[in-house]
């Protein structure tokens, strides 16, 4: 897994993130520069939006989640409570609830393993 400093697509050091503007949304490149001989050298891996994927998060408009930037660091937490609230609403099957117990009960072992 890359590091802080580190390109969430390639994994090399990361020597700025660009934002560039296209509309009303925002997309971040993290920018490559480096030195071979004289020459400067670019590159960019693009990283996501700034805020939302608005097409993936259209698709998923009946689960409730927002699919977030990449750079977003509370996303994962914001996807399990949505998540959760999709659950109130009733609107899984008896397998898909019998998944979901499942998945519960192994979070609340990791969960308690790392408490100690």
């Known amino acids: 897994m890359p590091d802080a400093d580190s390109c969430l697509r390639c994994g090399q050091p990361v ?4 934002r560039r503007t296209v ?3 925002t997309y971040l490149y993290a ?3 480096w030195r071979e001989g004289r020459r400067r050298r670019v590159r960019r891996c693009y990283l ?3 805020s939302s994927y608005i097409n993936v998060t259209r698709m998923h408009e009946d689960e409730g989640l927002i699919f977030k930037g990449p ?3 509370d996303r994962a937490l914001e996807y399990l ?3 959760k609230d999709y659950l109130k609403r009733g609107k899984l099957n008896g397998k898909g609830r019998k998944i979901v117990a499942d998945i519960v009960s192994e979070l609340s072992e990791i969960i308690a ?4």
Do not use: M, R
């Open 48 to 50: 996501g939006p700034e």
């Open 81 to 83: 409570i949505a998540i």
């Open 71 to 73: 750079l977003s660091e």
């Open 31 to 33: 920018v490559h520069v």
């Open 23 to 25: 509309g009303n949304n």
């Open 113 to 116: 393993e790392a408490g100690q």
């Open 15 to 18: 020597s700025y993130i660009d």
